[in-house]
């Protein structure tokens, strides 16, 4: 049979036997045809970590790099600029970090440009340095930086370091999200749930969101988990917007029922890192996880009686939440990360852990000198606390 | 083996009478195929058992299995040799030879494709950019003989749709004036695979090492200074061999506007066919896993096939009785209810999929829906429709059945 005789088959053998009022076309599901099953959110939240060779041997490190960038390597170039801008495996030097990633930038390397639009965009208070910075940015959307195209476009829409423009701000997003940005597609979600910057349509979000490979809820979890980890590695600018489109997608994900997203929320909000107003209150987020028995919960529930979150302060009763911990790796695993960034909270963590005799220091640190680390933080520890807890033993 | 034997003589033979010239050696294959057809004179498992348990094989050429699965040498005369290839898993390779000669079906069938080169861009001698297209695709059956013509003359692939299949093939040792031996990757990219350059292939082996071992970080860490700093070739080969063990599409990006600050028209080439490469391998992977052999018909022609004429020729070619279009309705159903599209197919979508390949106009579309769903009352219809239409034709998978 040919083709042509089948043309005016269609209407033959579309029996009209089967009529139904409503049609579902199952839009929400046809994007999926297209992405050949690689975005998922797996990929993008698994992204080993790698510290350079700086770490690993610093002054052959450095001079690999410098000879490299002498020679003319516009990566070199670039890697020495970020990390002497940054002071990352190298003694911070602003001027020459930007030397060379201008040099880098002006030989045409879009990841410089980005950086630099970055830079003054999100660190550089001078006169003149936002116009700067999205000189940068457009200059590195116009080499192909696909992720420039996203941070422009999330600039515009949430007003993060230019004047807001959400229109063009949401053309950008979409114009990134159609060459396949996955990041792109998580940013539309994330600001369409949230009605950030652009007009609230959750459908849409999701949508997007579905498209990224967020297609249930553990995932939006994940992917919020994805973005606070950004965060903990952002400029401070950067990361509050990266932690409130963590918080966006962990109340959606709440939302659809997952508990873990309340305790991620409830840290957020402990912290100070999203506005209480647009959450429930911390006693409601974290109820059910303390009744559990939860670790994070537990320790979390401590954090907020010491610094006195929605409640007074009551050290006394934040120490007696230690001592009931039953399950202390994972907690010493996140808060001591924390405290390698430089985290007072990660210290005092720490610290508490190891007055309760829960988990060794993994820096061979005492008591006191964590509780040091978190006083010159901020944290009013009390003095009693550089001592090792003793009432558990006893027991 | 003794058939082998007289087929090797037959070919000596008349070789001899022409003078052992190359050119004229196609031929000579060809008839010597033709007088003497393997199919009609040794089976599968003679050749099997021959080459397990005599006394002595001939000398084997193609130890490391390059071409064959495996190959097995069963004659070797002047200047030529006769190979029994075994083959398991259908390679969708695009190919050159740089010998001559002939190849026949022994066992089970093939889609053989021949392809064109239209070279733009000789980026150096291993490497050429250009535009591969399809000029012709026929359906293989025990029996069949083609000629071998070396170089640039026969650009083809030969898929084995069973398993095992089996070729004879009657070819000259190799032909110096025909090197190097090109590889193709549509739309755009030919590639010498012989002869590595050692430090290049060294060099694509500790890359992806980084990335089978994990170290993601790593390989992006340093395949940028890499990238924006080896010549063509060598990022041509680093991206082929690690590009498809990445499998975040920014990091992808990523690479590719990294390299392609130093060899911009390469990236340009080369980023199209790359995303090809990853589709084919990710078809393979699936018919792999599929028993049906009508479904496995199907995803060789989607893996092979860049347009729907031809795919809708050779279905009706391999199923005279059946409906080509009906036949891929029912074909596209089975594959998304074992999962393979990640999403079933809906009763509009097949509808939808009906039209499309149908090349039904807009209106005769919405008519269609209509009598099967009466949706005049539903408001946006035309709008739906174009939506699930383009839809469907972004379809990763089902791209080619809506090529024209």
Known sequence: MTVTKAIAAVARSSEPDAKVLTLDLGLDSIVLLKRQQKFSVKNIASASTFRGWLESSPSEGERWLRSRARDGDVYAMEKLGRRLLTGNGLPKSIEEGLGWLKKSAELANPFAMEKLAEYELDENDTPGSSAEGERWLRNAVEHGHRFAMVSFGSRLVTGAGLAPDPDQGEQLLCAAAQQNSQIAMIKLGTYLLAGWGVIHNREEGLRWLRRAGATNASQLLELGFYLYQKSLTSTTKAARGLAREASILFQEARRQGNPIASLNLAYLVRRGEIANASCPSLDELLSMHLNQKDSFAFVNQALRLARGVQCNIDWKAADVLFEKLEDSSNVLEWWFARSREGDPEGHLVTGWLGRHQLAVDPDGFQVAQRMDLARNGGWLVPEWMNDLATAKQNS | ?404
């Open chain 2, 1 to 404: 083996m003794e058939f082998f034997q007289r087929l090797g003589s037959l070919v000596s033979r008349l070789w001899k009478e022409r003078n052992y010239n190359e050119e004229h050696f196609p031929e000579v294959a060809s008839r010597g195929l033709s007088e003497l057809p393997p199919d009609l004179h040794v089976t599968f498992w003679d050749v099997t058992k021959w080459a397990l348990t005599c006394e002595r094989l001939p000398g084997q050429a193609d130890l490391s299995a390059k071409f064959g699965q495996p190959p097995l040498t069963v004659f070797v005369g002047r200047d030529f040799r006769i190979e029994v290839l075994f083959w398991v898993q259908g390679i969708p390779a695009i190919h050159q030879h740089s010998f001559s000669g002939a190849f026949h079906v022994m066992h089970g069938s093939s889609l053989q494709c021949l392809w064109g080169f239209e070279p733009s861009e000789q980026v150096a001698m291993r490497l050429a950019l250009g535009r591969v297209s399809l000029k012709k695709a026929e359906l293989l059956r025990k029996g069949d003989s083609r000629p071998i013509i070396a170089g640039r003359q026969l650009i083809h692939s030969t898929f084995h749709l069973d398993r095992p299949s089996l070729t004879v093939v009657v070819r000259t040792l190799g032909e110096i004036d025909q090197l190097p031996q090109y590889s193709y990757l549509p739309p755009t990219i030919a590639y010498a695979q012989d002869h590595d350059v050692p430090s290049v292939l060294r060099r694509t082996q500790l890359l992806r090492m980084l990335l089978i071992s994990g170290k993601r970080a790593e390989y992006n860490e340093i395949a940028h200074h890499v990238f924006g700093t080896e010549d063509a070739y060598s990022v041509f080969q680093f991206l082929l061999s690690t590009f498809e063990l990445i499998e975040d599409e920014e990091e992808q990006h990523n690479l590719l506007l990294a390299a392609g600050l130093k060899h911009p028209r390469l990236i340009r080439a080369l980023e199209p066919a790359l995303l090809q490469l990853e589709r084919r391998n990710k078809i393979v992977a699936i018919r792999e896993r599929i028993s049906n052999s009508d479904l496995q018909f199907f995803l060789a022609l989607l893996l092979n096939i860049p347009e729907r004429p031809a795919i809708l020729n050779l279905v009706e070619q391999r199923y005279p009785s059946r409906d080509p279009i009906t036949a891929i309705l029912t074909w596209a159903r089975e594959l998304s209810e074992l999962g393979v599209f990640g999403v079933r197919f809906t009763e509009p979508w097949l509808l939808m999929l009906q039209c499309l390949l149908m090349k039904s106009s807009g209106r005769e579309t919405q008519e269609a829906f209509s009598g099967r769903y009466g949706t005049k009352q539903i408001p946006n219809l035309e709008s739906g429709l174009g939506e699930l239409s383009s839809g469907l034709q972004d379809s990763w998978l089902l791209q080619p059945v809506f090529q024209n």
